[in-house]
């Protein structure tokens, strides 16, 4: 007995890893993981650049808002439907806590401060969606559109927001940075904003909410069945409003890290990010028809996108035939993600069959 054991716990090991792996290769994340792996070879052997350490800080970099913005269209696609708002959000709330900051004499305060401003106001306009959509039950695309058009002529026309310098708190977390690199062979620098930290704690604790807690729980049971989930005791109306409360705080942070990232605030910039935002989630798994989706996908969704929008550059690749790239990659994203979702459909019809 005591021979055979080493042997029980080693096939035992290998059966559990064979387990593992099947589970693995079913997940669209495993697949999005080899091309960014296949692509980032292939830029390599062409340019011998993209490893090099200020390429991956540019990465790094160039990933952060558009990863705060994917935990939005996450939360809303899991739960409810698109969020299509969260730039314009993002743009007015950014506004609303700079001009405030500097209407108080705020400017000494610390950066977390307009932080907060920003957040508040961010709230107030998740809430108005998340009302409108709860209580009138309004597709989500719809109120968001509506609302985008309500905060871009806010911002645009009742504020006439103009670009602006930010103030001395924020200037001074700007300048902050968590990284300095320098390629030696080509002498280019890059810096790592502190704003990346800001970005790895939204993710751990939204990443914390959805799998450790109810409440996440009942988010995922909401977009996958909302009968059932109102059955399983799950207060849809509350959960439902709180994604778009939670997605306005969100965006708040994330158009604050912009104009932190640019040192400077221009309201123009935001309008017209959301579309490669989802579908970079829809890429790295998320399911248009709700139920489904990860954190990590939204990062390797994000990572994909943002290799091919910035380091086609590197093999001599135009920006026109970037974006050639960019639109394949989002149809065959999107084509992927309706198959799936078709094939679940009929495994689920097959199995109500059978029982009955």
């Given at each position: 007995?005591?021979r055979?054991w080493p042997r029980?716990?080693?096939?035992?090991g290998?059966?559990?890893?064979n387990?593992y792996?099947?589970?693995?290769v079913?997940?669209t994340?495993f697949?999005?993981f080899l091309?960014?792996?296949?692509?980032?070879?292939?830029i390599?052997?062409?340019?011998?650049l993209?490893?090099a350490?200020?390429?991956i800080?540019?990465?790094?970099?160039?990933?952060?808002?558009p990863s705060?913005y994917?935990?939005?269209?996450l939360?809303?696609f899991v739960s409810?439907g698109p969020?299509?708002?969260?730039?314009?959000?993002?743009?007015?709330s950014?506004?609303?806590a700079?001009i405030?900051t500097?209407?108080m004499?705020?400017e000494?305060t610390?950066?977390l401060?307009?932080f907060?401003?920003?957040?508040?106001f961010g709230?107030?306009m998740?809430?108005?969606?998340g009302l409108i959509?709860?209580?009138y039950?309004?597709?989500?695309?719809?109120?968001t559109?509506g609302t985008?058009?309500?905060?871009?002529?806010?911002?645009?026309?009742?504020?006439?927001?103009?670009?602006m310098?930010?103030?001395?708190?924020?200037?001074a977390f700007g300048?902050?940075s968590l990284?300095t690199v320098?390629?030696?062979?080509?002498?280019l620098?890059?810096?790592?904003?502190?704003?990346?930290?800001i970005?790895v704690?939204?993710?751990i604790?939204?990443?914390?909410?959805?799998n450790k807690?109810?409440v996440?729980?009942?988010?995922?049971?909401l977009?996958?069945?909302e009968?059932?989930?109102?059955?399983?005791g799950f207060?849809v109306?509350?959960?439902?409003?709180?994604?778009?409360?939670v997605n306005?705080g969100?965006?708040a942070?994330?158009g604050?890290c912009?104009?932190?990232m640019s040192?400077?605030y221009?309201?123009?910039?935001y309008?017209?990010?959301?579309?490669?935002?989802i579908?970079?989630?829809?890429?790295g798994?998320?399911?248009?028809?709700g139920?489904v989706g990860t954190?990590k996908?939204?990062l390797?969704?994000?990572?994909l996108?943002?290799?091919?929008s910035n380091?086609l550059?590197?093999?001599?690749?135009?920006?026109?035939?970037?974006?050639v790239?960019v639109?394949a990659?989002?149809i065959i994203?999107?084509a992927?993600?309706?198959?799936?979702?078709?094939?679940g459909?009929?495994?689920k019809t097959?199995?109500?069959k059978e029982?009955a």
């Open positions: 007995m005591q055979r029980l716990q080693s096939r035992k290998g059966i559990e890893m387990k792996f099947k589970k693995m079913k997940q994340e697949y999005v091309i960014i792996l296949l692509l980032s070879i292939v390599q052997i062409r340019s011998g993209f490893f350490n200020n390429n800080v540019d990465l790094l970099r160039s990933m952060i808002v705060i994917a935990i939005c269209a939360l809303a409810t969020d299509v708002s969260f730039p314009l959000i993002a743009a007015l950014t506004y609303l700079l405030l500097y209407n004499g705020l000494g610390p950066a401060v307009p907060i401003i920003g957040i508040f709230c107030l998740g809430a108005l969606n959509i709860v209580r039950k309004f597709p989500s695309l719809i109120v559109l985008s058009s309500i905060f871009s002529g806010i911002l645009l026309g009742a504020f006439e927001a103009e670009r310098d930010l103030p001395a708190n924020l200037a300048q902050t990284l320098k390629n030696a062979k080509t002498g620098g890059s810096q790592l904003p502190m704003t990346f930290l970005m704690v939204l993710y604790a939204v990443y914390l909410v959805l807690t109810m996440g729980r009942g988010v995922y049971a977009g996958g069945d009968i059932s989930a109102e059955r399983a207060n109306k509350g959960i439902r409003f709180g994604v778009f409360v306005g969100v965006a942070i994330a604050l912009y104009a932190i040192m400077r221009l309201p123009t910039e309008a017209g990010g959301e579309m490669t935002v579908a970079a989630i829809i890429l798994g998320t399911r248009m028809t139920g954190l996908g939204c390797l969704g994000t990572l996108l943002t290799m091919v380091s550059i590197l093999l001599g690749i135009s920006v026109y035939w970037q974006k790239f639109g990659i989002i994203g999107t992927v993600s309706a198959i799936q979702s078709h094939a459909a009929k495994v097959r199995l109500k029982a």
